[in-house]
């Protein structure tokens, strides 16, 4: 079974800082996809980035940008330039590729991240 | 815009009392999904519809029951809500054949308290 770590429970950062959300995984697959969400107060959860694990490369949308350490099993999130607007609970998300058929996708606990003006 | 609306956003029912949410998409997204979200813990998925193909998690209590009459409608019914079905419920769609691409589109949840 496929299991999701978020050690950090709530974090906080000044805005325009830089801060970095740590996610651990485990699974014996070797196929996958990683995910990270955004879920804002009484709002919809929303993708932010997508890591496919084949992928060497880190995924990067903007100001998100990802660390996947496929060895370590670790895919943290660097937000840089952080607005008021990121604040929000961040889930990391599982995803395995059973050879073209989907896995679900297993969250963790979730980090609450708070931008301070 | 192309959405997954869930209705109510806030339902208080009785313990014991049958409820049902309720979960539209007007993305025409062939899978459904019902996640059961408590404070402090992860989403835990509790079954998907694939088209009409229903799947159920091992371990979603026989309390919980689902219906997709259609692509665009899926219901998530509690037969006897305890105190802790109290959760957030989310539902999420996604095109099985673009999943990897996108990933999942989440409604805003319903918020159940049971008294």
């Known amino acids: 079974a496929q299991t999701v770590t978020q050690s950090q429970p709530e974090m906080s950062v000044q805005e325009a800082e830089t801060v970095t959300l740590s996610c651990t995984y485990d699974?014996?697959?070797?196929?996958?996809?990683l995910f990270w969400y955004k879920q804002p107060p009484s709002r919809q959860m929303i993708l932010v980035i997508r890591?496919?694990?084949?992928?060497?490369q880190n995924a990067t949308e903007n100001r998100f940008s990802v660390n996947f350490q496929k060895a370590a099993k670790s895919f943290s999130l660097k937000i840089s330039d952080s607005q008021l607007g990121d604040t929000a609970m961040y889930f990391c998300?599982?995803?395995?590729?059973?050879?073209?058929?989907?896995?679900?996708?297993?969250f963790g606990k979730g980090t609450k991240l708070s931008v301070k003006p | 815009d192309a959405m997954v609306i869930q209705n109510p956003r806030y339902q208080v029912t009785q313990f014991g009392k049958p409820v049902t949410l309720s979960c539209s998409q007007t993305?025409?997204?062939?899978?459904m999904y019902w996640y059961q979200q408590k404070s402090s813990q992860a989403p835990k998925l509790l079954f998907h519809y694939y088209d009409k193909d229903f799947n159920n998690e091992a371990d979603t209590p026989d309390n919980f029951q689902s219906r997709r009459p259609n692509t665009s409608f899926c219901f998530l019914d509690i037969r006897s809500p305890g105190l802790g079905d109290a959760a957030m419920y989310l539902c999420?769609?996604?095109?099985?054949?673009?999943?990897?691409?996108?990933?999942?589109?989440f409604g805003s949840g319903t918020r159940l308290t049971v008294v």
């Open positions: 998300a599982f995803m395995a590729n059973y050879g073209g058929s989907q896995g679900n996708l297993i």
């Open positions: 890591q496919e694990a084949y992928k060497q």
């Open positions: 993305l025409n997204h062939n899978v």
């Open positions: 999420a769609t996604s095109r099985r054949s673009r999943v990897w691409d996108y990933g999942y589109t």
């Open positions: 699974t014996s697959e070797n196929n996958y996809y």
